[in-house]
C-alpha cells in the first residue's frame, strides 16, 4: 500500500489548510486511517483518526475543536481540515493506515511520506 500526502505549507497563525492522503496498491475491504504529526526534536505523535467505515473519529486533545478528519471511501482518501492553525502546529503530518476495522491509534502499518505544515506568528 502506498500512501500520497499532500496540502501542506506555510499559513499565517489562526488559517486554515487541509491535508489530503491518498491510498494506492494493494486494495483492502476495509481501512483505518489517520493522521500523526512530528515536530523538529519531539517524537511522533497521535493527531487524528477514522475508522473503515467513516462513522467514528478520534482527536488529539491538542487539536480537538480545531482539526475534522474525513474519508471518501470511493477515492480512498482521507483529508484532515485543520482550522484555527497555531505556531504549536507546525510540524511535519504523516498519513498512516492499517487494514481492517481497527483504527490507527494502537497500530499502523503503514506510513506517507509526510508533508510539512508551517505555522508563522
Known amino acids: 500500500v502506498q500512501l500520497q500526502a499532500s496540502g501542506g505549507g506555510l499559513v499565517q497563525a489562526g488559517g486554515s489548510l487541509r491535508l489530503s492522503c491518498a491510498a494506492s496498491g494493494r486494495t483492502y475491504s476495509s481501512y483505518g486511517m489517520g493522521w500523526f504529526r512530528q515536530a523538529p526534536g519531539k517524537e511522533r505523535e497521535f493527531v487524528a483518526a477514522?475508522?473503515?467505515?467513516?462513522?467514528?473519529?478520534y482527536y488529539a486533545d491538542s487539536v480537538y475543536g480545531r482539526f475534522t478528519i474525513s474519508r471518501d471511501n470511493a477515492k480512498n482518501t482521507v483529508h484532515l481540515q485543520m482550522n484555527s492553525l497555531k505556531p504549536e502546529d507546525t510540524a511535519v503530518y504523516y498519513c498512516?493506515?492499517?487494514?481492517?476495522?481497527?483504527?490507527?491509534?494502537?497500530?499502523?502499518?503503514?506510513w506517507g511520506q509526510g508533508t510539512l505544515v508551517t505555522v508563522s506568528s
Open positions: 498512516a493506515a492499517r487494514p481492517g476495522r481497527l483504527d490507527v491509534r494502537s497500530r499502523v502499518d503503514y
Open positions: 477514522i475508522n473503515w467505515s467513516g462513522g467514528s473519529t
